[in-house]
């Protein structure tokens, strides 16, 4: 069992940054890809980006290649995720998310609560 807590959303206005934190629990964090999920009001929950257990390889969706920016430390069961030049179109609810298996799946086991983030034009 793996629970996952988020942290550091808020409002910011566009071109700005922050970064969000995704504590786990337990002593296995490094068997596990980990994950961030956005959705914002109205749409579908969607992929983010994600990086894998060893080697810690990194896949982004197109909408945040080179402005966001995933990064895991083990030693301290934590992903954060850097975001970069933020848009009003990154306003979302931001999920951490936690797969025993590849971090290509389709089948992400662990959820965290969720943090917002609001990008003001």
């Known amino acids: 069992q793996v629970q996952l807590v988020e942290s550091g959303g808020g409002l910011v206005q566009a071109g700005g940054s922050l970064r969000l934190s995704c504590a786990a629990s337990g002593r296995t964090f490094s068997r596990y890809s980990m994950g961030w999920f956005r959705q914002a009001p109205g749409k579908e929950r969607e992929f983010v980006v994600g990086?894998?257990?060893?080697?810690?390889?990194?896949y982004y969706a197109d909408s945040v290649k080179g402005r966001f920016t995933i990064s895991r430390d083990n030693a301290k069961n934590t992903v954060y995720l850097q975001m970069n030049s933020l848009k009003p179109e990154d306003t979302a609810v931001y999920y951490c998310?936690?797969?025993?298996?590849?971090?290509?799946?389709?089948?992400?086991?662990?959820w965290g609560q969720g943090t917002q983030v609001t990008v003001s034009s």
């Open positions: 998310a936690a797969a025993a298996t590849s971090v290509l799946t389709t089948t992400w086991s662990y």
């Open positions: 990086i894998s257990r060893s080697p810690p390889n990194t």
